[in-house]
């Protein structure tokens, strides 16, 4: 949704050290920030999980990404 994008993008713009990724290429612009999260989603929860334990800006990226899921 616009809001959920909106907060998305607000977060990204916060995350500045590499610890509110997903993974490292997230970096490179909030498109890919997302689809990082999405991919880690589907392929490696627990790690990201485990990641995300560490930083509360990838805990709320988490629970957008989180929503569009299939």
Do not use: C
């Amino acid at each position: 949704s616009p809001s959920d994008w909106d907060i998305f993008v607000n977060l990204h713009k916060q995350s500045g050290w590499y610890g509110h990724f997903a993974y490292h290429y997230g970096t490179v612009n909030v498109y890919e920030d997302f689809a990082t999260i999405y991919e880690m989603l589907l392929i490696d929860p627990s790690g990201l999980e485990e990641r995300a334990s560490k930083s509360e800006i990838l805990k709320k990226k988490i629970e957008i990404v989180s929503k569009y899921l299939p």
